[in-house]
């Protein structure tokens, strides 16, 4: 059936069957490889897309059900090829290793960037506890999350 | 090296090293329902539950559904047109629409109120972010899975259940609606389409907890929750326990309650209430843990939830001491 949805502030339709699952329709059929698929059980976090600003594990979501949504990719966080500024603290701080995670990392921090301008690091943590990483031991992610707030604060990133 | 078996027409190539893309390794898989409906309205959806029967199931959240991966279900029915989102006060109850999210629970000031905290703890503890701002707790409840977080909550705040089908609306005392694992009481065309919280005299409070193998994510090993009110004399009131995942449905723990009812929370019978709580539950070895590791954290929640709703009840009955007026003798 025809499935149409805002992707990056984008119309896109798309066919999808009623099993098709959201990662897979965002991946092969939009050709969105930045989505990534790990675990396929909603645990992992690495699939995570925003679906009307709110972080959504991709592959828990059927595709049928994302008609009319807005969907953000991390793509859509660096428009004209610009770093976000969560994606320039993520590499200052060496918060990213093998990458896996990062995409889906970035969109639920940003998620809570946009309610939340001063977390504190258990909220952090908590907003990030749905994105696992294999690499990093979360100290240096969740050290630029807070430095990204606070640069948005206007206050020394430090 | 040639690219495997061509992929079946209309669907996503091989990528580039010839290994099957994640679309092709998804069509094995066997949840492969062929119609999908969104009805707008709750009589709509009904009257498609009734006509497919048990070829079909509703959908909220799905990720209950999608981790099911039933290969009988047919047909979807998409309950999220239906209007049944939001938590609402009404008469000193609480209702909650079946749809409702388990992020809007957590975040719901009326349920994080000490009466029904419960089941604002329990919907924070649910999942992760991500599914919590996807799973609902109409589905949580209808799975019927016996380590569902938000069903000791809702036993020990004796919610009904309003379920709508082919013969009307009918409301179903939530300990009265497990049958077995994943099995509910629901009939042929039925939807559950509300949960109502009734009111809770002021001073009754109400606590939860979970245990899994990690702090997020995980399934319950155990979850307990409780609820009871103080009297004037610090003793217990209605005391309620429920526990999860020792069971094939969550259960309430008479045994525990007796001990606590009348009683002030001193040490000795909150011990007297951890030694009963083992009373009827029958935990399992599984994946997760041991049925003696599960009896042992029962022994433990039971008197450490009691006492975080005794400490939270003690703070309503203090904030709700009427103040001497402003320039009073």
Known sequence: MDVSFQVNGRRRCVSARPHDRLVDVLRDDLGLREVKLSCGEGLCGACTVLVDGRPVSACMMLAVRADGAAITTVRGLAPDGELHPLQAQLIERGAVQCGYCTPGMILSAHALLERRSDPTEAEVRGALSGNLCRCTGYQQIVEAVLATARERRGAEPT | ?329
């Open chain 2, 1 to 329: 090296m040639s690219a495997s078996t061509p992929p079946p027409p209309g669907q996503a190539e091989a990528c580039r090293t010839g290994l099957p893309s994640a679309a092709a390794i998804n069509s094995r898989h066997p949840f492969r329902p062929s119609r999908y409906h969104r009805p707008a309205a709750v009589a709509e959806a009904v009257e498609l539950l009734d006509r497919h029967g048990p070829e079909a199931r509703v959908i909220a959240g799905g990720t209950d559904l999608l981790l099911e991966a039933a290969p009988g279900v047919a047909v979807l029915v998409d309950a999220n047109g239906l209007g049944l989102e939001g938590v609402r006060a009404g008469d000193g109850a609480v209702e909650i629409g079946a749809t409702t999210r388990f992020a809007e629970i957590a975040a719901s000031p009326l349920l994080q109120a000490a009466p029904y905290r419960a089941l604002a703890q329990a919907a924070a503890a649910m999942g992760t972010p991500q599914i919590r701002n996807q799973a609902t707790i109409g589905g949580n409840v209808c799975s019927a899975v016996p380590c569902g977080d938000s069903l000791p909550a809702l036993l020990v705040l004796d919610a009904q259940l309003t379920v709508t089908g082919p013969s009307g609306e009918r409301s179903v005392a939530v300990a009265d609606f497990f049958r077995g694992a994943r099995t509910n009481a629901l009939g042929r065309g039925e939807l559950l389409t509300g949960i109502r919280l009734p009111a809770h005299p002021g001073g009754t409070a109400s606590a939860f907890v979970k245990k899994g193998r990690v702090a997020v994510g995980d399934l319950a090993v155990v979850n307990v929750a409780s609820r009871l009110g103080l009297d004037g004399e610090g003793r217990c009131v209605d005391p309620r326990v429920a526990v999860g995942a020792v069971a094939a449905t969550p259960l309430r723990l008479r045994g525990s309650e007796a001990a606590l009812d009348g009683q002030p929370l001193r040490d000795e019978v909150l011990r007297r209430a951890a030694e009963r709580a083992v009373d009827g539950i029958r935990p399992i070895d599984d994946i997760r843990a041991s049925a003696d590791y599960r009896r042992a954290l029962v022994r433990v929640l039971v008197p450490g939830t009691v006492g975080d709703a005794a400490a939270a009840a003690g703070r309503e009955q203090a904030s709700s001491v009427p103040r001497p007026a402003r320039g009073g003798p």
